[in-house]
């Protein structure tokens, strides 16, 4: 089982990134998936996430409006389109990849990508 992050770097305040998280070993499909973001010294936040079946999304009201969580399932694939960034987007991101069945929950934790926001 792994998600590999990529897409982070540096952008300036204003400015637009997308990160991505592609999925191996699992049935993505059948996966609700999160984006997370832990600044430095802050406890780590749900940030976006999206629901396997329907392909509904839910955003934290920090980021509501600015940023856009997708999925390719064809591609195991979730991206994190993040607009309008601010220096406080600073973070690492994380994608979570998450399913409950009867008695079991199964969760997964990619290693993270950088993003800073900066002039």
């Known amino acids: 089982v792994q998600l590999v992050e990529s897409g982070g770097g540096l952008v300036q305040p204003g400015g637009s990134l997308r990160v991505s998280c592609t999925a191996s070993g699992f049935d993505f499909s059948r996966y609700d998936m999160s984006w997370y973001r832990q600044a430095p010294g802050k406890e780590r936040e749900w940030v976006a996430g999206?629901?396997?079946?329907?392909?509904?999304?839910k955003y934290a009201n920090s980021v509501k409006g600015r940023f856009t969580v997708s999925r390719d399932n064809a591609k195991n694939t979730v991206y994190l389109q993040m607009n309008s960034l601010k220096p406080e987007d600073t973070a690492v991101y994380y994608c979570s990849a998450f399913r409950r069945v009867p008695w079991t929950v199964f969760n997964y934790w990619g290693q993270g990508t950088q993003v800073t926001v900066s002039s």
């Open positions: 999206i629901i396997s079946a329907s392909g509904s999304t």
